[in-house]
């Protein structure tokens, strides 16, 4: 099947079960002002469940556009390393708005996934249920278990998870339920379930299916909701990969086509689908992230998100013009765009807003390139000269914030070893108030190496050690110099990048 066909037939499936088809909102989250990007199916719903709103239908179903590179559910650092994680992905759901429960919502999953013309082999396929938590007091739903014997799953396929995977809470307050999980194993037909949470490439999570029937008091505790809920979200790209009998997504129809605009501009070798060591030159892992973050800056784009509004967006359309940049010296942005228009061809149909805005896709990756050659032939210099000399620095001050200098006046005492250590980023973010990114960002000009994943493990154990501490850091990071806003208005237009530098997304 095509990745086309898959999607119709999902949808096709629970409309003839009675679903209403609702279109998939854009990435630009409008009911939500905590989230950057539509991170899940049920993002547009979040207000049914919270009471807000009546329901739309009595049951839903489709495939929305979701982006994950940030808060709760951020994906960007393993992308293009992994064979099933990317920024940019569709999430297949379907959703009962108090009209069926658990079983109805399992039976029509497995059927969905094990008969023609998906027909998963049920011994390839587990399910999860929520094992419960004995410190928080949270029974097993040995509801669901049963549900899945009583389909016919094998006993051995049926796994208990924890909290972490199986129990969903919308935040510290609210609707909540236990989920259960579909996941597939690549390789083995032998039940190996003791395996299933250790994250083993062979073994991919497929669907999601989330029961809402409690609601979380101020206090803590669990009470049951009046109404039930059904919220579902199935990786679309993971499920074209299984339909197609590939093992990874990158070698789906969904992103050969881009693969083969990279091939065809940059005149490097083809696509050979090498992950981790073997990959070399790591010539395979530019072409998956090139093609994953041009699809996620094309809808992101295409949904009216600027990267001057989205720290994300701009980050990830600064890195694929960076490798780009390293296949096609000086002409990156001509790949990018060309496999930005295969993207509009892959997706356009799905989603007309993709075909209907390519033209302001195409306008805003070209002028994002031209900021960023400015910054990298003229202010990186400037930069660069700015973190050499402590002199300049001061006289800086009515410029840069007092934390950033603080920070350059740390980062000028680093020894030469081509590491930025973890400490001093530390320092910058906690004692300075520097966020992330841009943390990341003074290392590399620097030419450092940042081990950002020990970084953010460090940022972790900070909050959880002193969350009275975090407070005043987290003020500190939007703690700029008073007057630095006034001015960064009034500099010239040369200086746009220079603006860039210093200012954040609002
Ligand atoms: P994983 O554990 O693989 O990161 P998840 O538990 O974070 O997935 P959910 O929030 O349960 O994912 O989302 C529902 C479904 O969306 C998942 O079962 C998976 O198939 C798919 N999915 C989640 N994140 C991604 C991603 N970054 N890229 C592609 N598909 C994804
Ligand atoms: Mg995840
Ligand atoms: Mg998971
Ligand atoms: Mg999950």
């Not at 940019?88 to 996934?113: T, V």
């Not at 939007?478 to 040369?494: A, Y």
């Amino acid at each position: 099947m095509t990745a086309d066909e898959v999607r119709k037939h999902f949808v096709e499936y629970f409309k003839s079960s009675g679903h209403s088809y609702i279109r998939s909102s854009p990435v630009r989250p409008f009911s939500d002002p905590t989230l950057e990007f539509v991170n899940a199916g049920m993002n547009q719903f979040k207000n049914v469940f919270l009471g807000l709103r009546p329901a739309p239908a009595l049951s839903a179903t489709n495939s929305q556009k979701c982006i994950r590179v940030g808060g709760k559910h951020n994906d960007l650092e393993v992308v293009g390393h992994d064979t099933y994680h990317h920024t940019f992905f569709e999430m297949l759901g379907n959703w009962s708005f108090s009209n069926y429960f658990k079983k109805e919502a399992c039976e029509m999953a497995w059927q969905l996934i094990t008969s023609p013309p998906f027909s998963l082999p049920a011994n390839r396929l587990y399910v999860t249920y929520f094992g419960g938590d004995a410190e928080l007091s949270l029974q097993p739903d040995l509801e669901t278990k049963e549900i899945w014997l009583n389909i016919g799953v094998n006993p051995d396929r049926v796994v208990p998870f924890g909290l972490k995977d199986n129990f969903w809470e919308m935040g510290l307050t609210g609707p909540c339920g236990p989920c259960t999980e579909i996941h597939y194993d690549h390789i083995s037909d032998t039940p190996r379930s003791h395996c299933v949470n250790q994250d083993l490439v062979d073994l991919t999570e497929l669907w999601n299916l989330v029961f809402i029937q409690y609601k979380r008091e101020e206090n803590g505790t669990l009470t049951p909701l009046p109404q039930h809920f059904v919220d579902t979200g199935m990786g679309f790209e993971r499920v074209v990969a299984l339909l197609q009998g590939k093992s990874s997504n990158y070698d789906t129809d969904l992103f050969s086509p881009l693969f083969h605009e990279i091939h065809r501009i940059c005149k490097v070798p083809e696509y050979g689908g090498k992950f981790g060591l073997e990959d070399v030159d790591k010539l395979d892992t530019r072409y998956r992230i090139l093609a994953d973050h041009s699809r996620m800056v094309t809808v992101a784009i295409a949904d009216s998100i600027y990267p001057y509004q989205s720290h994300g967006l701009r980050r990830v359309l600064r890195k694929a013009l960076r490798i780009a940049d390293s296949l096609q010296p000086d002409k990156g942005v001509d790949v990018i765009t060309a496999v930005s228009r295969a993207v509009v061809n892959s997706l356009g149909t799905a989603y007309p807003e993709i075909s209907n805005n390519s033209k302001q896709v195409e306008y805003v990756i070209r002028d994002e390139y031209k900021l960023w050659k400015h910054i990298l032939s003229s202010t990186t210099k400037e930069w660069q000269a700015v973190v050499a000399s402590d002199p300049k620095l001061d006289s800086l001050s009515d410029v840069l914030s007092p934390g950033l200098i603080g920070a350059l006046k740390e980062i000028n005492q680093l020894e030469p070893t081509g590491i930025f250590p973890v400490d001093l980023a530390l320092v910058c973010f906690d004692r300075y108030g520097l966020d992330v990114p841009l943390i990341v960002e003074l290392s590399s000009l620097k030419g450092l190496t940042l081990d950002v994943s020990d970084f953010q493990n460090r940022i972790a154990e900070l909050k959880a050690s002193n969350k009275k501490s975090l407070g005043v850091a987290a003020s500190r990071v939007t703690d700029w110099h008073p007057s630095l806003s006034d001015q960064l208005e009034n500099l010239s237009s040369t200086d746009d990048s220079f603006r860039y530098l210093y200012t954040r997304s609002p």
